[in-house]
């Protein structure tokens, strides 16, 4: 892991934390796109390699990986050694990615919804936000727990929000991605291991042909519920604050 920063400043201003790799690019990767082109840091923390796969392997998904990071402007990526399929909320795991959010120090954290078909997903929607409060407690120290792990300041995200793409639920907010669904797009499809047609799990993916109309077709959906053309959905557990009632977006009729 790279060694801490030298100052208080984030690595990372949006920090996307997911089971898998893929799937940030299926759920936030036009949010990723559209922050990095404000002019913030973003980064992914994948927490499985991806061994379990019906299609591909850890390696093929590494290398895929890290194209899809390029794709989507992404300054730092990398994957923990979590069982893939069988991830679970334990203390070990949980200071495993409180070591990142102390090293990127990130204001935001995406996390999956909490309800999801793959066990893997709701199970990092728990693990994550535990692992977002204990980063912040000062008595935790995570510098026995490994060999060459550096000392790192508490540090709790101001902000956490549910990418909720594949939930039944109203999104608490939209993010525009219009510009950027054609990137979000290609990172997907850096993925050719998973997502090229070929034989081996054809009975469970969705053709080649198909993903971009589904995938457009559900970003479609979302943004006309904002007003958008393109758009992706995220659930907060808080309420919302508005200061100034003239400029909410989203025309109410």
């Given at each position: 892991?790279?060694?801490a920063?030298?100052?208080?400043?984030?690595?990372?201003?949006?920090?996307?934390?997911?089971?898998?790799r893929?799937?940030?690019?299926?759920?936030?990767?036009?949010?990723?796109?559209?922050?990095?082109?404000r002019?913030?840091?973003?980064?992914?923390?994948?927490?499985?390699?991806?061994?379990?796969?019906?299609?591909?392997?850890?390696?093929?998904?590494?290398?895929?990986?890290?194209?899809?990071?390029?794709?989507?402007?992404?300054?730092?990526?990398?994957?923990?050694?979590?069982?893939?399929?069988?991830?679970?909320?334990?203390?070990?795991?949980?200071?495993?990615?409180?070591?990142?959010?102390?090293?990127?120090?990130?204001?935001?954290?995406?996390?999956?919804?909490?309800?999801?078909?793959?066990?893997d997903?709701?199970?990092?929607?728990?693990?994550?936000?535990?692992?977002?409060?204990?980063?912040?407690?000062?008595?935790?120290?995570?510098?026995?727990?490994?060999?060459?792990?550096?000392?790192?300041?508490?540090?709790?995200?101001?902000?956490?929000?549910?990418?909720s793409?594949?939930?039944?639920?109203?999104?608490?907010?939209?993010v525009?991605?219009?510009?950027?669904?054609?990137?979000?797009?290609?990172?997907?499809?850096?993925?050719?291991?998973?997502?090229?047609?070929?034989?081996?799990?054809?009975?469970?993916?969705?053709?080649?042909?198909?993903?971009?109309?589904?995938?457009?077709?559900?970003?479609r959906?979302?943004?006309?519920?904002?007003?958008?053309?393109?758009?992706?959905?995220?659930?907060?557990?808080e309420?919302?604050?508005?200061?100034?009632?003239?400029?909410?977006?989203?025309?109410?009729?």
């Open positions: 892991m790279p060694a920063p030298a100052s208080d400043t984030p690595a990372a201003n949006v920090l996307a934390i997911a089971a898998h893929d799937d940030v690019e299926q759920t936030c990767g036009g949010t990723l796109l559209r922050m990095a082109a002019g913030l840091r973003t980064a992914i923390l994948d927490l499985t390699q991806g061994e379990s796969g019906t299609r591909g392997t850890a390696g093929d998904r590494e290398r895929e990986a890290g194209e899809a990071a390029r794709i989507l402007g992404v300054g730092w990526r990398q994957a923990l050694d979590l069982p893939d399929g069988a991830i679970e909320n334990t203390l070990d795991n949980r200071i495993k990615i409180v070591r990142v959010l102390r090293l990127l120090r990130p204001r935001v954290v995406i996390l999956p919804y909490w309800q999801a078909r793959h066990p997903h709701s199970i990092v929607a728990t693990l994550g936000y535990e692992a977002c409060f204990l980063s912040g407690l000062a008595k935790i120290d995570i510098a026995d727990r490994g060999p060459s792990t550096p000392q790192l300041k508490p540090h709790r995200p101001f902000k956490i929000v549910y990418a793409l594949y939930a039944d639920v109203r999104p608490s907010f939209i525009d991605i219009t510009p950027f669904v054609e990137q979000r797009h290609a990172a997907l499809m850096a993925y050719r291991s998973q997502y090229a047609n070929q034989a081996q799990g054809s009975a469970l993916f969705v053709a080649e042909e198909e993903i971009r109309e589904r995938t457009f077709a559900e970003a959906h979302y943004g006309l519920l904002a007003g958008v053309t393109f758009g992706e959905p995220f659930v907060q557990k309420v919302g604050l508005v200061d100034d009632l003239t400029l909410v977006p989203v025309q109410s009729i």
